[in-house]
């Protein structure tokens, strides 16, 4: 069975703290995506990529940065945790022209 | 500027009715558009696919109806059931989808026993 897993399923930090969301998936994708769901607001995108070391910005990548130095690992940065990215963090992956596959998500609170 | 509405926001339907959820999209040049179903706890989960050559695909209890000349998609659950609760979105994508999903901001479906 084909798996997105991402490393925490929730997570407490601190303002001002640097946080990393870890997404790994097995099933040799070239994309992968990180969303943040916020009620209301449905899925919005934050980054993606189609390749190693390749990124792109989403519809919201302000205060966010993310690594892919491997094709199976995308890696999600807060470079200094603010209480308005207190969200459910959703990384997904999918092949050329196929649908996504999603992880259980992230329960990120900052305080 | 949101290129998917989805309608509506919410709906709460008894065991056995049909609920219907409605997506609008604005670009023409979306060729693939599927549906996804998320459960509380769990990441959304593809449920249903459609591309425009067709108006109509089934499978099992859910159809998705297409009308690309109103530029309209929508998603019927046949004799819905208790288990059928989550939260529902639609999304677009371009090039076979083999460009990124823009998602609808979803609909929270309740069927009471």
């Known amino acids: 069975d084909v798996k997105v897993t991402q490393s925490s399923r929730y997570l407490v930090k601190r303002t001002g703290e640097k946080v990393f969301l870890e997404c790994v998936q097995d099933m040799d994708h070239e994309n992968m995506f990180w969303y943040r769901q916020d009620p209301g607001l449905g899925l919005r995108l934050i980054y993606f990529s189609y390749d190693v070391k390749m990124k792109e910005k989403g519809d919201i990548p302000e205060g966010y940065s993310v690594s892919r130095e491997k094709k199976e690992r995308f890696s999600l940065i807060l470079e200094s945790a603010s209480t308005n990215q207190t969200s459910m963090y959703l990384c997904a992956s999918s092949y050329l022209g196929g649908g996504y596959t999603f992880g259980s998500g992230t329960r990120l609170t900052v305080v | 500027q949101q290129q998917v509405k989805q309608s509506p926001q919410s709906l709460i339907v008894q065991k056995g009715g049909i609920p219907i959820i409605n997506c609008a999209y604005e670009?023409?040049?979306?060729?693939?558009f599927p549906w996804y179903q998320q459960f509380p706890g769990k990441g959304p989960a593809l449920l249903i696919a459609?591309?425009?050559?067709?108006s109509e695909k089934k499978e099992g209890r859910f159809t998705i109806s297409f009308n690309k000349s109103a530029k309209q998609f929508s998603l019927h659950i046949m004799d819905s059931q208790p288990g059928d609760s989550a939260t529902y979105f639609c999304?677009?994508?371009?090039?076979?989808?083999?460009?990124?999903?823009?998602f609808g901001k979803g609909m929270k479906l309740t069927v009471n026993p």
């Open positions: 459609i591309r425009p050559d067709v």
């Open positions: 999304a677009a994508s371009k090039h076979g989808g083999s460009e990124k999903l823009v």
């Open positions: 670009n023409t040049a979306f060729d693939y």
